[in-house]
């Protein structure tokens, strides 16, 4: 059965720190992965996936994500954070060409700092 | 735009209602998919369907009910059976194949008063 286990529920950055949050995930066949974030009071939304083309993955708002298979981590990060960063973000995976369900970690919340 | 509806944004339930939330898409995803969000606990699947007039069970189905008779559509009836249905209520679509992740609507507050 597949699983993400996101380290750390709350994660405080300075603005213009590194920003780096935590995924590793755990599945039988090679997966698709995903992040998304989530703003107050708002849906998801799509930041970036892993389909199995290239392991370092860009997404929008300047994010990117690295497979890393050995370790089965899949991190979110962004070199230089900013105020609008701040949100809750949820890491997710699927199973290659089987169920197409997602699970979701349970979320990180993002706090920037001034 | 395609995109995925979910109305209303805030509903509020009286102690032994039914309430009914709408999820609508224009995306033509064959899957649809509703999940409860509460502080703390991520994201819980209650129901999804994979195509028309068929749904599956999620991790926490107990107190609600779907139907799937459009392939647009996808509406979730929280009963009175639900005993804490406080929560924000997101529906998700995607295709078979799932390659592209889930589009997630905005959004339903349900709260018991």
Redesign the interface.
């Known amino acids: 059965a597949q699983s993400v286990t996101q380290l750390g529920s709350h994660v405080s950055v300075s603005e213009g720190a590194l920003v780096l949050l935590r995924c590793n995930y755990s599945s039988s066949v090679p997966p698709y992965l995903f992040w998304y974030v989530q703003y107050p009071n708002q849906g998801l939304q799509l930041l970036l996936k892993y389909t199995s083309a290239a392991t370092l993955v860009k997404g929008i708002n300047g994010f990117e994500a690295e497979f890393k298979k050995s370790e089965t981590s899949f991190h979110l990060t962004k070199p230089s954070a900013h105020m609008s960063d701040a949100a809750e973000y949820f890491c997710a995976v699927s199973d290659r060409g089987g169920s197409e369900k997602l699970v979701f970690g349970k979320g990180t919340k993002l706090t920037v700092n001034p | 735009d395609g995109g ?1 509806t ?1 109305s209303p944004k805030y509903l509020f339930r009286k102690e032994g209602q039914n309430v009914t939330l709408s999820c609508e898409q224009n995306l033509n995803h064959d ?1 649809m ?1 509703w999940y409860r969000q509460d502080p ?4 819980r ?1 209650i129901y ?1 369907s ?1 195509i028309v007039n068929d749904f599956q069970k999620g991790d926490i189905a107990e107190g609600y009910s779907v139907s799937r008779e459009k392939k647009e559509s996808f509406p979730l009836t929280v009963t009175s059976a639900q005993k804490n249905p406080t929560a ?1 209520y ?1 529906c ?1 679509s ?14 339903t ?1 349900l709260t018991v008063v």
């Open positions: 995925i979910q899957a998919y703390g606990q991520g994201l699947l999804y994979q924000f997101l998700a995607s295709t078979q194949t799932g390659v592209g992740g889930y589009t997630f609507g905005s959004g507050r």
